[in-house]
């Protein structure tokens, strides 16, 4: 079982920076493939990144490439975000999530989520 906590969600002016993190609880955190999705009001959950146990692999989607980093810390059982170059159209809230096995960009690839943190990028 593992819970997962997000937060460093916010407010930022388009061209600017947060850092997500998303604390786990539970055992074997370095066992886990850890994914970040979003979702906008009214649009379904889109992926974003994933990173393997040992954080030697990620994966993004392809608009999110060049502008975001997944990163974790397996002796802190925390996995971040940090998103540069923000744009309106990534407001949406963010979730973490977990799973054993190998990457996955599909939300029902994962077991374990976040109750998510909402990030507003204005013009």
């Known amino acids: 079982q593992v819970q997962l906590v997000e937060s460093g969600g916010g407010s930022a002016q388009a061209g600017g920076s947060l850092r997500l993190s998303c604390a786990a609880s539970?055992?074997?955190?370095?066992?886990?493939?850890m994914g970040w999705f979003r979702q906008a009001p009214g649009k379904g959950r889109e992926f974003v990144a994933a990173?393997?146990?040992?954080?030697?692999?990620?994966d993004y989607a392809d608009s999110m490439k060049g502008r975001f980093t997944i990163s974790r810390d397996n002796a802190k059982n925390t996995v971040f975000l940090q998103m540069n170059s923000l744009k309106p159209a990534d407001t949406a809230v963010y979730y973490c999530?977990?799973?054993?096995?190998?990457?996955?960009?599909?939300?029902?690839?994962?077991?374990?989520w976040g109750q998510g943190t909402q990030v507003t990028v204005s013009s």
């Open positions: 539970g055992r074997h955190f370095s066992s886990y493939v």
């Open positions: 999530a977990a799973h054993l096995g190998v990457y996955s960009a599909y939300p029902t690839g994962y077991k374990y």
């Open positions: 990173i393997n146990g040992k954080g030697d692999s990620t």
